[in-house]
């Protein structure tokens, strides 16, 4: 029988609990590294020698890509067959997909390019699925002959020391394309690169890339057409003749990218001019206000299954079009100088400096969305919603060109032989009998300061890309709204519900217009990765199905490390049956990962990327 406490209870029931002193990292185990006690914003994990070394080691990405090809655990995206017969039977209801457009559309140089993909099953997406999307350019003009590499690490150590290879190019008629193309992989049909910049015969940078950054400052158009063209559509006659009908439609001007003489309309400022809100030493201003009279101008239909600019836009239906239309943009645009300061040596850039060299200009203005309309006299002034866009000035090249390469991204493509130099692969062909293109092998592990690079006699021109939508290749994460498996079940999202700026993340001038999609998206992918060869699991497997295996990497992790992995793995490939299963049942949800993929391969800047994202339906 329990002891009495003379009618009070417990006399310590109402203490105090001891204070917990234990300053463990706790019972789960956390990644490789040692953590601190005290876990405040701004401390660091600190990893061994060893475990950096795994980190950084890409043996485990390619093993485990080999090995999704060797399972067959993927699958080819496919389209419904436009040419379907259900009465003849041997016509399919279903074909590969295919999707052809441009490379840099809307300039004067795009490049026919189409897209097919591949779909793995993966646990950690919101739609069990992660998608690799290759982009082949077809039929590509030389953009410029190398005649020179400067990877002697002796002779051209300052430029080793910050990772850059340059080489000096022939230009060609095509050369002027190359300054759109920072971040471009660039090939010669063997060696392969990012490109980093493009320099002019004096040495200085060819581009300069001015971003709108304030939300009260984003650049709106103004179109003006006829009202009797505008009455004559068929668009507007369908509508009974309102002309409010197109108010939410898509507006689109091929000659915003053009590149257009700089003059009085573009206003150039010093950090010192500007608002107190705004003025920033470390960046100049450019306030544009251009007008142009007679050019083409088309209203585009909304209503369509991808975002306008992932297609060929001359393919789309145009709900009106015109060849006299008059424009006028506007919109202040900033830009870096830490991105060009190191060109000009002790001379300090100004934005009288490069107002001096800059001699034409274009605008990156997606189309864009009709906001309002306004009569006026027998005219109709359309205006734009604001958005943030990305204003290119350009100096010109010059007889001799300077290309910069990552040093971190450099792959040399070959057929894959012996050690002997022998094919040794059986010829294959197709369902058709078509024969199918022999083996190829990507080397990963091409260092341009000891190994000869572009030395082969054709010009340099887009590469064929592989870009995919997980983590591990973007260095961005997506959210998708839906978080069922199916119809019947429900399961906790497996990505962040809202990603949001972490410590990682990228600063604001590189953001850019990124911050629109702040819950789309989250990017923690720094300057330095974009323009290095990135690879992932899912895009080594689709290499490996496109007959292009990539060479075993040189950086093994260490014998712990791969004894652990080899556990993983088995249980990874156990787990394809049920992944399949989820994956199916959730393939069909958003296409979201799907058009993040081709943006990455369509080489879009930020502005770019983030209307593609908030105009896609999912």
């Known amino acids: 029988m329990p002891r009495k406490q003379n009618g009070f209870g417990n006399a310590s029931s109402l203490a105090f609990n001891k204070v917990n002193g234990n300053t463990s990292r706790g019972k789960k185990k956390g990644a490789a590294g040692a953590y601190p006690s005290n876990r405040e914003f701004g401390s660091t994990v600190k990893r061994s020698v060893i475990e950096s070394y795994d980190l950084n080691s890409s043996w485990i990405r390619w093993r485990k890509g080999m090995e999704f090809y060797y399972q067959a655990a993927w699958n080819k995206l496919q389209q419904l067959n436009p040419n379907y017969d259900p009465y003849n039977e041997t016509s399919k209801q279903f074909i590969d997909l295919e999707i ?25 997406s919101d739609t069990a699925n992660h998608y690799v999307i290759k982009r082949t350019p077809i039929n590509p003009p030389s ?71 304030n939300s009260n400052e984003r650049t709106t158009v103004k179109i003006t057409v006829t009202k009797a063209s505008l009455l004559a559509s068929a668009h507007v006659i369908k509508n009974g003749g309102n002309i409010n009908s197109i108010i939410g439609e898509l507006g689109y001007v091929k000659e915003f990218y053009i590149e257009q003489p ?39 239909d909304q209503n369509q299954d991808l975002p306008a600019t992932l297609l060929d836009i001359t393919t789309l239906p145009a709900l009106y079009s015109t060849t006299t239309a008059d424009f006028s943009i506007k919109g202040k645009y900033y830009y870096d100088k830490g991105q060009y300061q190191r060109f000009y040596g002790k001379q300090y850039l100004t934005a009288a400096v490069v107002e001096s ?7 990156v203005v997606l189309p864009f969305t009709i906001e309002s309309i306004k009569e006026v006299g027998t005219n109709i002034e359309i205006t734009s919603a604001p958005f943030f866009s990305e204003c290119k000035l350009y100096s010109p090249i010059g007889d001799e060109a300077t290309l910069i390469f990552a040093d971190n991204s450099f792959t040399k493509t070959e057929l894959d032989t ?17 024969a199918l293109p022999q083996w190829t092998r990507i080397d990963t592990d091409v260092n341009p300061w000891e190994q000869s690079v572009f030395t082969a006699v054709q010009g340099l021109t887009p590469a064929v890309m592989y870009s995919c939508s997980c983590p591990a290749h973007s260095h961005a994460q997506l959210r998708m709204p839906q978080a069922t498996d199916s119809d ?34 989250q990017s923690w992918a720094t300057g330095k990765y974009k323009t290095s060869y990135k690879q992932c699991k899912h895009s080594i497997a689709a290499r490996f199905i496109e007959r292009n295996k990539t060479k075993e990497p040189n950086s093994y992790p260490s014998i712990s490390s791969r004894i652990k992995f080899e556990e993983k793995l088995k249980g990874e490939i156990q787990d394809i049956p049920s992944e399949f299963r989820l994956s199916y049942e959730r393939s069909g949800i958003s296409t979201l990962e799907v058009i993040f993929s081709m943006s990455e391969a369509l080489n879009m800047d930020d502005a770019e990327l983030a209307y593609v994202m908030l105009k896609s339906k999912f």
């Open 418 to 434: 012996d050690i002997d130099g022998n094919y040794y692969h059986e010829d294959a062909f197709d369902e058709n009998g078509v």
């Open 262 to 300: 700089v003059n009085t309309d573009y206003a150039f400022k010093d950090a010192e001019q500007f608002t107190e809100e705004t003025g920033n030493i470390d960046y100049f201003c450019v306030d544009a206000d251009v007008n142009k009279t007679a050019v083409d101008f088309e209203i585009l």
């Open 488 to 521: 019947d079940t429900r399961k906790v999202n497996r990505q962040k519900r809202y990603p949001l700026p972490t410590a990682q993340g990228v600063n604001r001038f590189t953001e850019g217009a990124l911050t629109q999609v702040g819950g789309l998206i």
């Open 100 to 124: 052809n457009t441009k490379l840099y559309q809307g300039t004067a140089g795009e490049i026919d390019v189409k897209f097919n993909g591949y779909r793995f099953a993966a646990k950690g």
């Open 357 to 363: 060299e800059v001699a034409t200009a274009s605008f």
């Open 143 to 213: 953009l410029g002959q190398v005649n020179t590499v400067m990877n002697d690490p002796l002779t051209h150590a300052v430029n080793k020391e910050v990772n850059e290879v340059w080489a000096k190019v022939t230009p060609t008629s095509q050369t002027f394309m190359l300054r759109n193309m920072i971040g471009e992989r660039l090939t010669d049909g063997s060696s392969e690169a990012s490109l980093v910049n493009v320099l002019t015969q004096a040495q200085h940078p060819s581009i300069f890339v001015g971003k709108t950054l």
